[in-house]
Nanobody
Framework: QVQLVESGGGSVQAGGSLRLSCAFS??????MGWFRQAPGEEREGVAA???????RYADSVKGRFTISKDNTKKTLYLQMNNLKAEDTAIYYC????????????????????????WGQGTQVTVSS
């Protein structure tokens, strides 16, 4: 049984920082990612880390967000710096099949439809 539990969301002023954590129970090789969904919007990929450590970021967060994974602690992180009002959303942790860097070579990934396991989400609110 795969379980993903996010924590670390909250309210912060623009320019501030938050670190999201996702405790996961998956075993084996997975691609793991962070997605977000704002009211009235589709769920979008924010960052992902493939089973070999390859990372991928949405252009909107590149240079501000950092994804990392501690396999010993079985925890996925998303360090978010210089937050903006448009970062306000519910953030979800997800796990999917490994090798997306190869599957989508030259194309955008992560794609929500490829991820089969999801956490419950954590709210991030950035006030300007």
């Amino acid at each position: 049984q795969v379980q993903l539990v996010e924590s670390g969301g909250g309210s912060v002023q623009a320019g501030g920082s938050l670190r999201l954590s996702c405790a996961f129970s998956v075993n084996g090789r997975y691609c793991m990612g962070w997605f977000r969904q704002a009211p009235g919007e589709e769920r979008e990929g924010v960052a992902a880390i493939d089973d070999d450590g390859t990372t991928r970021y949405a252009d909107s967060v590149k240079g501000r967000f950092t994804i990392s994974k501690d396999n010993t602690k079985k925890t996925l992180y998303l360090q978010m710096n210089n937050l903006k009002a448009e970062d306000t959303a519910i953030y979800y942790c997800a796990a999917g099949p490994p090798g997306m860097r190869t599957t989508y070579s030259g194309s955008w990934w992560p794609r929500a439809a490829d991820f089969g396991y999801w956490g419950q989400g954590t709210q991030v609110t950035v006030s300007s």
